[in-house]
């Protein structure tokens, strides 16, 4: 069992940053793949970013790639999601998500994840 908790939401304006955190209790995360969602109002839940559980390899939606960088912290049980050069539709609620598994899976996936966060809410204004 692991509880995620997500924090560092807020409201910006366009080509700031906001960096998020989801920390982890229950269980240490080294042994969880770890990935970002987001979902926009009136919008599905769609994938953001992963990191694998050694946090040596990283995956992005196209729309983020560049501007935003998962990392974890596995001593602070702890991961990241720095986004730069917000834009409005970054505009979401971001949850936090974990797996856990020793092998490979496909990161965009939500069904995939076994534990998930409550969520922290993103504004972008322009």
């Known amino acids: 069992q692991v509880q995620l908790v997500e924090s560092g939401g807020g409201l910006v304006q366009a080509g700031n940053s906001l960096r998020l955190s989801c920390a982890a209790s229950?269980?240490?995360?080294?042994?969880?793949?770890m990935g970002w969602f987001r979902q926009a109002p009136g919008k599905e839940r769609v994938f953001v970013a992963a990191i694998s559980r050694s946090g040596g390899q990283t995956y992005y939606v196209d729309s983020v790639r560049g501007r935003f960088t998962i990392s974890r912290d596995n001593a602070r049980n702890t991961v990241h999601l720095q986004m730069d050069s917000l834009k409005p539709e970054d505009t979401a609620v971001y949850f936090c998500?974990?797996?856990?598994?020793?092998?490979?899976?496909?990161?965009?996936?939500?069904?995939?994840?076994?534990?998930w966060g409550q969520g922290t809410q993103v504004t972008v204004s322009s």
């Open positions: 998500a974990a797996k856990s598994t020793s092998y490979t899976f496909p990161y965009s996936r939500g069904n995939e994840y076994d534990y």
């Open positions: 229950g269980r240490t995360l080294s042994s969880y793949a």
